[in-house]
């Protein structure tokens, strides 16, 4: 039995609210989206998962795992698929990319286990 292919996804502002960034990490490899906008923290998130969604779609990757460790976002966006609804502006974004993609699986993880949030976090060392 093959694996899921597991995609890391973080967002963040700076400061919050203030220019949104966001990581993704497939197969070991930090990929780094700058200047998302300005926004919240909760903005950032969502724009991580969105940006997760695309980079899987344009490498077409097949059977993932988006892994995150915003609870909210995470939950809103496996409401938004279970019901087809949007409310919210990042829902609505959201479904229009999973239109069509077969089964999109989206769970929590701890902050310290989210290999995109510890590429995030590289970049601005305290």
């Given at each position: 039995m093959r694996r899921r292919l597991k995609l890391f996804f973080d967002g963040g502002c700076r400061p919050n609210p203030g220019r949104i960034e966001a990581a993704v990490v497939v197969r070991g490899v930090a990929h780094m989206f700058d200047d998302l906008g300005h926004g919240t923290n909760s903005d950032a998130e969502w724009l991580a998962l969105l940006s997760a969604l695309e980079l899987a779609q344009s490498l077409d990757l097949g059977d993932v795992v988006f892994m995150g460790d915003a609870a909210e976002v995470i939950q809103q966006a496996n409401s938004a698929l279970s019901t087809g609804c949007a409310k919210h502006?990042?829902?609505?974004?959201?479904?229009?990319?999973?239109?069509?993609?077969?089964?999109?699986?989206?769970?929590?993880?701890?902050?310290?286990?989210?290999?995109?949030?510890?590429?995030?976090?590289?970049?601005?060392?305290?």
């Open positions: 502006a990042h829902d609505a974004a959201f479904l229009t990319l999973v239109a069509g993609t077969p089964e999109v699986r989206i769970r929590w993880i701890k902050r310290e286990q989210n290999l995109a949030g510890i590429a995030l976090a590289a970049r601005h060392p305290r």
